[in-house]
C-alpha cells in the first residue's frame, strides 16, 4: 500500500474506502510514530542524572546488631525440612557472627551465615525495626527467621 493511496484516495469505481486492513495499519504507522515522539521526548525531558541525598547513620553496629538478635528471640522456626520441633532463632543463630552494613539511605542490612546459607535483616536506622529480607533466593533448605 502506497501512503499517497492513503492521503489521496483513488477517485471513480476503483476508490478505496475504510476497510479493517487500512484501518489497522493506519493505527500501526500512527503508534510507531508516537513511540517515536515519546521516545524523543523522554529523553530530552529525563536525561539529567537525579541523586538520592545520603542518611547519615544515627545508630552503630552494636546497637542495630543487638535489635536484630532481640527481633532474633521473638521468631521460631521449625527447622530446615519444617520436621523439627519448634525452635527460637536465637537459639539457631546464637553462635553465628552477626555483620552490619549501612546502606546511605536509612537502613541497615545485618546478615549471618547458617547451613551453607546467609540470612539478611533490614534495621530501619531511625527507628530500629527489624524485617526479614529474603532477596537472596537460595537452592538450599532454609529456615524461616
Given at each position: 500500500m502506497n501512503i499517497l493511496d492513503i492521503l489521496a484516495p483513488r477517485v471513480g469505481r476503483n476508490r478505496r474506502q475504510m476497510k479493517k486492513g487500512l484501518l489497522a495499519k493506519t493505527g500501526f504507522y500512527?503508534?510507531?510514530?508516537?513511540?517515536i515522539v515519546f521516545a524523543g521526548v523522554s529523553y530530552f525531558l529525563f536525561d539529567k542524572d537525579r541523586t538520592v541525598p545520603e542518611i547519615p547513620a544515627t545508630r552503630t553496629e552494636a546497637e542495630v546488631i543487638g535489635e536484630a538478635k532481640a527481633y532474633l528471640e521473638t521468631v521460631t522456626h521449625f527447622g530446615l525440612e519444617l520436621k523439627d520441633p519448634e525452635t527460637k532463632c536465637a537459639e539457631t543463630f546464637e553462635d553465628a557472627v552477626f555483620k552490619a552494613d549501612y546502606l546511605k539511605y536509612g537502613s541497615w542490612r545485618v546478615n549471618a551465615f547458617y547451613t551453607k546459607v546467609r540470612y539478611y535483616w533490614?534495621?530501619?536506622d531511625a527507628s530500629l525495626v527489624v524485617t526479614r529480607d529474603d532477596w537472596l533466593k537460595s537452592d538450599n533448605p532454609t529456615i524461616t527467621c
Open positions: 500512527v503508534s510507531v510514530a508516537a513511540f533490614r534495621v530501619d
